[in-house]
């Protein structure tokens, strides 16, 4: 015998490798995938078998090790001493062990009550005080056949019925070889009769089953439970009909009998289902109903069922039905008078003695029978705790009834039908509230369409059954549409069936609503959609324009179609969004869509209404994808995407939106419910929680504007709506409905359920974090049912009896949670709300609803109604840095943002962590802290510390100085104190090996101080990004990778940056202005800067305007906003069409953003006082427009420049735009605060040319026409023309005074006197003159003195 298990289960494939060391290799989540083989020569066949896993053994069968030993085949290791017991696996927790021993001996047997045990002797009890010849002794015996005989769950009968059993050498089994025995009455051993049986003997007759009874002739009573027939009918209420209870006549009808042995014709049972405890079928029949429904343990095996139909005509049937069942107890409780309350002295009362006086039942509120032509069994073949393939039809031993793989029913489920499958038969099965009857059929189902005759109980062949003839039985055809080969699921539905001469449809399954087919609509502007039309009988799909001859419709061939408002004419009226099935003999509402515990998302081509592959080339087909989730063949439009081949994703919209192919984004952040470039869907603002379309699985997102519902499966990913409103904590979710589940009584839990337990799921939410994620864990509803919801199942919850290391995980008595293994835990609901650390190197009890897996280190939250784990728990902590505590004996989470006046328990010191947030995430950091009296190492890679003394120097940055000041670089002047109050700062510093924040050599690590702590900020920084660091008076670019920050040295444009929290103004992270999250929250747009960085990492804050998208953003000197402004109230201002005021009350002559990548310079006159680009400030401005930003352009000093007055535009001067552009030449001075004077001077442009203040070149006449001077030294050689140009020996000169000129060659600074009257300097006495080698110009603000 070898252990294999599957390695690989790709289509087509089924690769298994040996196990050779299952108690070192294998692990509880591996047992689905173990199977059992007997191997020779090569050859292999798979049996079935037991393994030791985990503390416990399992039962292999169907490539499937996960299996629970049933009852019947395990027995306790006391108990392994019968015959019976026999090749049982012995219980135990230590290893795995069969029931070898056949013939234990239990020496205080008694032979006066122990019939089929051994007494002291090695005899075995035969009949009361009568014992066969010791073991080992050949012959044949009879034995008393009761309750009492170890045979009885061999075969079963009642009466007088005798057993014939054999003896030999080696065992002792049920002698079959006999017919007619004499039997003699002192030892009961029995020789075949030869004659007549001699004095001492009695005669025995026996059937083939070693059953035997005394006499000659004797009839040998059967085996099965079934009501006997009336003995001459029960025509009159007052014939004699022996003793009889209940009787069943020639007329099928089942009739009780009075106490005066007479039948009750008035009596005759109703229409349903009837329950008796048959035991004696002449003398003793009870029916058990509803009030009544309840048995003693050993009275199962006389059950019988029978069914009434409405002519009240009965048959007996097999099914399952539910029952309080007492159990006698055979010796007395230890604790007897503590308990005797819990007990019954009969089958009503509670026992009211504590005396223990026989006979005691317990009582079981949830036993659940198969009821049997042969009686009703509680285990067995037809009972199973899970639900693959083979357990359809089986129930569990809580009531759930599995109908296919993966899919069940809860019994109580009221007036449902259903044809169930495992592959190899098949059962008709209908439910009511009190039971389930279970036929099994004839026949072979089919995937598609199946009818089914509910009268004779077999499936019609439909397709070679007339018109006439099925229209002859049509009050008892119902139509089923079935997936035989993967899901084995059969489904009640409707449509049109192609029978052996026409077309006919089967409208639902109440009596005489099934008719012929019509075909005799016209599928045109005015057809009737889901109709069969008269164009060969096919069904109308989309409607002609004028006729068919445009119009779609579909065939009886293989396809799936979505009709959106079938007409009334149609068999289909009433489903809204159907998805029908065709194929060559049927249409078919395909209500096997949405059946897997959920709405099936499903892509349908609007040109053809057909469902679209995925996964293949659909660009073709781009604009026509529509996104349908369908539950029971009905769909609803919904949104999402599709998968095509490669990295093409196509977005499916809503109803008007054609679908189109999505451009991928390259990080979660800020992007959920959006593909990435690598095929993932995100779920969360973190990528490494995104997911792929290949699994399916249910998600809750966020989209940023509300809870979303998602259903992935291969190549979609489907996003819907969520009825009712997500919740703080635990939320009960319906996922086949994606609705939220109030908290209630536990009727409404089943009702919003719909009795199936499967649908419901547990999600943790945070809706100011606008995060859910799935959970599992503990729940009660508000009238005190308690149900467990774990990865595998969802139940009602069993108690453990006590809390101890092999309990761990579960809740005890009380409800309590068996946190950390030790009797005093006492945790429940409501009484000790908080999260609490589940976290233990003991392993996990099997069974607890939080995880299969041990070595667990999980936050379980206990709030009001749930105790479940809080997957979110480091997700959702406060913004900032959060210092957490575990309490040493209660496992309590304390943590808190501000531990300055807080002193932490020593106990606790060494489960302290740190962890830093944003408003995205969650980051664990290390570094330092201080408590109101200490200072703590919380060290990355060693166990936390105090520190209790300080460095002298700081040689070793990283540590704390004196006073605990850290050390950011070596020299002792700049360390830095804890911070005492909300201030925030943060520090790039070199830190060595061995340091607290990383534990290795670390250059240009960020380190954050705020109050109490300095950590490692290494949770407000993302990989790859850009960041804006103030440092002292200078802002710097830097990038973060694998830790560090790193200086920019490359120039980066103007972009849009926003501080990373409001307290700290000296580190910005970039700001995405496109993002909802952002533009639509003042707040955040408030924190939003500008800043413009060149190549050696250096960055100016700029102030201006900024777009993103369609959207305008004020980012200005005096406040940040969203443009919203319609109206030119001020010069300057921004409108929201994205127009520059440059004339007050003129909306229509504004500025614009430049185009693509051009830079325009735009001149503003007379900017208002109070404005965006220099705050509070009036006069000439110089911005700088982009396709993305108006910012103000600070040219500080003078500038030569042409200005367009039409446009406002200013360009370079270049040569030659005195001649070409004289009205444009200007000359401005503007200073460091961005106001700007147009001055007047000199332009060189070939030669020299006035520049009056307004603006506009000259060449030089009149007043200020070049002078001829005679010297350039001396007293008034410039006289009379102070502040023209003078020629002089070849070479220009301007004259300052009359007594002073300069030699134009020469650049520099100078001062002039009083220019001479109308000259273009004059009135700008003693003014600084700044002189280039092109131009001469008034700086407008320094005056000097001669």
Wanted: proline share 1%; net charge negative.
């Amino acid at each position: 015998m070898k252990t294999y298990q599957k390695i690989d289960n790709k289509e087509g494939t089924n690769i298994l490798k040996e196990v050779t060391d299952i108690a070192n290799d294998i692990h509880l989540v591996d047992l689905s995938t173990l199977s059992l083989f007997q191997c020779e020569g090569g050859r292999c066949a798979e049996m079935q078998g037991y393994v030791f896993v985990g503390g416990k053994i399992h039962k292999c069968n169907n490539g499937n090790c996960s299996n629970d030993v049933p009852a019947e085949e395990k027995v306790t290791a006391e108990a392994c001493n019968a015959l019976t017991a026999v090749g049982k696996v012995i219980e135990t927790s230590t290893k795995i062990q069969l029931c070898e021993n056949c013939i234990k001996m239990d020496t205080t047997a008694n032979c006066a009550t122990d019939i089929g045990k051994f007494n002291s002797d090695k005899k075995l009890c035969l009949a009361a005080n009568k014992a066969s010849a010791a073991i080992g002794t050949n012959g044949s015996y009879i034995m008393s056949y009761d309750r009492n005989s170890a045979f009885w769950s061999i075969l079963k009968t009642s009466g007088t019925t005798k057993l014939l059993i054999k003896m030999d050498t080696e065992s002792i089994t049920v002698d079959t070889s006999m017919t007619s025995i004499c039997v003699n009455d002192d030892t009961l051993a029995a020789t075949a009769k030869s004659g007549s049986c001699a004095t001492g003997s009695t005669e025995y007759t026996c059937n083939t089953s070693g059953l035997c009874i005394q006499g000659g002739s004797a009839l040998v009573q059967s085996t099965e439970k079934k009501l006997e027939a009336c003995h001459a009918g029960c025509s009159g209420e007052t014939t004699e009909r022996g003793t009889k209870t209940y009787c069943i006549d020639t007329d099928k009808k089942i009739y009780p009998i009075d106490d005066q042995n007479k039948c009750k014709g008035s009596g005759v049972l109703a229409e349903g289902a009837h329950l008796f405890k048959i035991s004696n079928p002449a003398s003793d029949i009870t029916e058990i109903t509803k009030t009544t429904g309840k048995i003693i343990s050993t009275e199962a095996e006389d059950l019988a069922l029978y069914q009434c139909n409405s002519s009240k005509e009965c048959k007996q049937v097999e099914g399952y039905v539910k029952l309080v069942t007492y159990t006698e107890l055979q010796n007395e409780p230890s604790n007897w008078a503590s308990i005797y309350t819990s007990y019954y002295s009969d089958t009503s009362d509670a026992a009211a003695s504590t005396t223990w006086t026989p006979p005691v039942y317990s009582k079981n509120e949830n036993s659940y029978y198969y009821v049997t032509k042969n009686g009703a069994l509680s285990t067995g073949s037809s009972f199973s705790s899970t639900c693959n393939a083979s357990d359809v039809g089986k129930i569990s031993s809580s009531g759930v009834i599995c109908i296919s793989s993966g899919k069940t029913v809860n019994f109580g489920t009221n007036a449902k039908q259903y044809l169930v499958t495992n592959g190899s038969a098949q059962w008709y099965m209908e439910f009511n509230t009190d039971y389930i009857i279970k036929t099994q059929i004839s026949g072979t189902l089919v995937s598609g369409a199946n009818v089914f005759n509910t009268e004779k109980l077999e499936l019609v062949n439909y397709s070679s059954t007339s018109n006439e003839n099925l229209t002859a039985a049509k009050n008892n055809l119902v139509l089923y549409n079935c997936d035989v080969s993967v899901g084995k699921l059969c489904l009640q539905s409707i449509g049109y069936i192609k029978s052996s001469d026409g077309k006919f449809e089967i409208s639902d399954n109440n009596p005489g609503t099934k008719n012929k087919a019509s075909t005799g609509y016209e599928c045109n502007t005015s057809g009737k959609l889901g109709a069969l039309s008269n164009n060969a009988a096919k069904l109308c799909v989309i409607k002609g324009t004028s006729n068919e001859n445009d119009a779609k419709l579909a065939e009886f061939d293989n396809g799936y179609y979505y009709i959106a408002s079938p007409a009334t004419e149609s068999i289909f009226t009433g489903k809204t969004g159907a998805i029908v099935r065709t194929a060559d003999t049927f249409m078919i509402l395909d209500n096997l869509f949405g059946n897997s515990g959920a709405k099936t998302p499903v892509v349908i081509n609007t040109d053809t209404m057909k469902e679209q592959s995925v996964g293949i080339d659909l660009e073709s087909n781009s604009g026509k994808l529509k996104l349908y989730e369908c539950a029971e063949g009905q769909c609803t439009l919904t949104v999402g995407f599709i998968h095509g081949t490669g990295s093409n994703y196509y977005e499916a919209k809503a109803s008007t939106t054609a679908s189109a192919k999505f451009t991928l984004i390259t990080s979660c952040a800020k992007n959920v419910g959006k593909m990435k470039t690598d095929g993932k869907f995100c779920i969360s603002s973190v990528d490494e929680e995104a997911v792929p379309l290949t699994t399916n699985n249910d998600y809750i997102i966020h989209d940023g504007t509300d809870f979303k519902y998602v259903r992935i499966v291969e190549n979609i990913a489907s996003i819907g709506s969520i009825t009712e409103t997500i919740t703080d904590g635990v939320n009960r979710i319906n996922t086949e409905t994606a609705t939220v589940i109030a908290h209630g009584t536990n009727d409404a839990l089943k009702t919003a359920l719909s009795d199936d337990f499967s649908k419901l799921a547990l999600y943790y939410c945070d809706t100011g974090k606008e995060i859910c994620k799935r959970t599992y864990g503990y729940f009660k509803t508000s009238d005190s049912t308690y149900y467990s919801v774990s990865p595998t199942e969802t139940s009602v919850l069993s108690l453990a009896s006590s809390c101890s290391s092999s309990n761990i995980g579960l809740l005890f008595t009380g409800y309590k949670l068996c946190l950390t293994g030790a009797a005093g835990d006492n945790l429940t609901f409501g009484t000790n709300n908080g999260n609490y650390q589940l976290k233990s190197a003991l392993p996990i009890a099997e069974g607890n609803a939080f995880s299969p897996e041990n070595n667990l280190d999980l936050v379980i939250e206990i709030a009001a109604n749930t105790i479940a784990v809080n997957p979110i728990y480091y997700r959702t902590l406060s913004e900032g840095i959060n210092i957490l505590y575990v309490g040493a004996t209660d496992k309590k989470i304390t943590d808190s943002t501000d531990i300055s006046g807080a002193t932490i328990p020593a106990t606790d010191v060494p489960s302290i962590q740190i962890y830093g947030c944003t408003d995205s995430k969650c980051v664990r950091t290390y570094g330092y802290i201080q408590d109101a009296a200490k200072k703590y190492a919380i060290k990355n890679g060693a166990a936390n510390a105090e520190v209790s003394s300080a460095v002298a120097n700081c040689n070793t940055i990283g540590l704390l100085y004196t006073d605990f000041k850290l050390c950011v670089d070596s020299n002792t002047a700049n360390v830095v104190a804890f911070i005492a109050d909300t201030a925030i700062g943060n520090y790039i510093i070199n830190a060595p090996a061995d340091n607290v924040f990383t534990n290795t050599a670390s250059n240009s690590i960020l380190i954050r101080a705020s109050k109490s702590v300095f950590v490692l900020n290494n949770f407000e920084v993302e990989e790859g990004e850009k960041y804006i660091l103030k440092e002292g008076n200078d802002y710097h670019q830097y990038s973060y990778s694998s830790g560090l920050m790193t200086k920019v040295t490359s120039a980066t444009d103007v972009g849009s940056y926003d501080l990373i929290t409001s307290t700290d103004d000296t580190f910005y992270r970039v700001a995405d202005l496109t993002d909802t999250s952002i533009y639509a929250d003042s707040a955040k747009v408030a924190k939003v800067a500008l800043f413009d960085c060149d190549a050696n990492g250096a960055c100016t804050q700029e102030y201006g305007y900024y777009k993103a998208d369609s959207r305008y953003f004020k980012i200005g000197a005096d406040s940040n906003a969203l443009v919203d402004s319609t109206q030119c109230s001020a010069i300057g201002l921004l409108l929201n069409t994205g127009k520059l005021c440059i004339t007050s009350g003129s909306e229509t002559t504004g500025l614009d953003f430049a185009t693509g990548n051009n830079i325009i310079e735009y001149l503003i006159s007379d900017l208002a006082s109070t404005n965006a680009f220099i705050g509070s400030g009036t006069g000439i401005a110089i911005v700088k427009a982009t396709a993305n930003y108006i910012i103000l352009e600070k040219k500080v000093g003078i500038s030569l420049l042409k200005f367009d007055s039409t446009t406002s535009i200013l360009t370079d001067f270049t040569a030659g735009d005195c001649t070409s552009n004289p009205t444009k030449v200007t000359l401005l001075d503007c200073k460091s605060t961005g106001i700007c004077t147009k001055v007047p001077g000199f332009v060189k442009d070939t030669n020299y040319y006035t520049v009056a203040a307004s603006g506009g070149a000259s060449a030089l006449s009149g007043d200020n026409a070049e002078v001829t001077l005679e010297a350039v030294t001396g007293t008034d050689h410039c006289k009379d023309n102070v502040g023209k140009i003078g020629a002089y020996s070849g070479k220009k000169y301007l004259c300052l005074t009359a007594d002073l000129s300069i030699d134009l060659s020469t650049t520099g600074n100078f001062v002039i006197g009083t220019p001479t009257a109308n000259t273009i300097l004059a009135g700008n006495t003693n003014k600084m003159l700044i002189v280039t080698d092109t131009y001469i110009a008034v700086d407008s603000t320094v005056t000097g003195t001669f």
